[in-house]
């Protein structure tokens, strides 16, 4: 009787551990980070930051890794991460619900369309995380 459970508990634990994780929606705890990525170095910003992300809910896998974050034409973003050895693109407007499968988010945009150009040359990257 003790192997038949024991054989369900491994069971339980393979199913477990295969099953997706699902989003965790975002608390008060959350902090964004933005970085500029160059060539030989990449660096925090701190203030002054062309655009704001605001997070509803995130895949707990994504948690502290690092997404690029690309302006397009103006009003268009779009936002690539890699989960599981698969690279995910998700393409938003500012202003509006950015969401798949494995988040939700809200970016606004906080320049002038007249300096929206001199922006998209950058390469952006975005980090969420827990404090």
Same mark, same amino acid.
């Given at each position: 009787?003790?192997?038949? $459970? $024991?054989?369900?508990?491994?069971l339980?634990? *393979?199913?477990? /551990?295969?099953?997706?994780?699902?989003?965790?929606? !975002?608390?008060?705890?959350?902090?964004? /980070?933005?970085?500029?990525?160059?060539?030989?170095?990449?660096? &925090? +910003?701190?203030?002054?930051?062309?655009?704001?992300? *605001?997070?509803?809910?995130?895949?707990?896998?994504? $948690?502290? &890794?690092?997404?690029n974050?690309?302006?397009?034409?103006?009003?268009?973003?779009?936002?690539?991460?890699?989960?599981?050895?698969? &690279?995910?693109?998700? %393409?938003?407007? $500012?202003?509006? /619900?950015?969401?798949?499968? %494995?988040?939700?988010?809200? !970016?606004?945009?906080?320049?002038? %369309?007249? +300096?929206?150009?001199?922006?998209? %040359?950058i390469?952006? +990257?975005?980090?969420? /995380?827990?404090?």
């Amino acid at each position: 009787m003790k192997k038949y $459970f $024991f054989i369900l508990f491994l069971l339980i634990l *393979v199913f477990i /551990s295969c099953y997706p994780k699902k989003p965790q929606f !975002v608390g008060p705890n959350t902090k964004v /980070s933005y970085f500029i990525q160059g060539r030989l170095r990449t660096v &925090e +910003l701190l203030k002054s930051v062309p655009f704001k992300v *605001v997070p509803y809910y995130l895949n707990s896998a994504l $948690f502290g &890794e690092r997404m690029n974050f690309e302006m397009g034409y103006a009003p268009h973003f779009r936002i690539k991460y890699v989960k599981e050895n698969k &690279e995910y693109v998700v %393409d938003g407007v $500012f202003g509006d /619900s950015c969401m798949n499968a %494995d988040m939700k988010l809200i !970016v606004t945009n906080n320049i002038k %369309d007249t +300096l929206f150009a001199n922006t998209r %040359d950058i390469n952006w +990257l975005i980090q969420i /995380s827990n404090r």
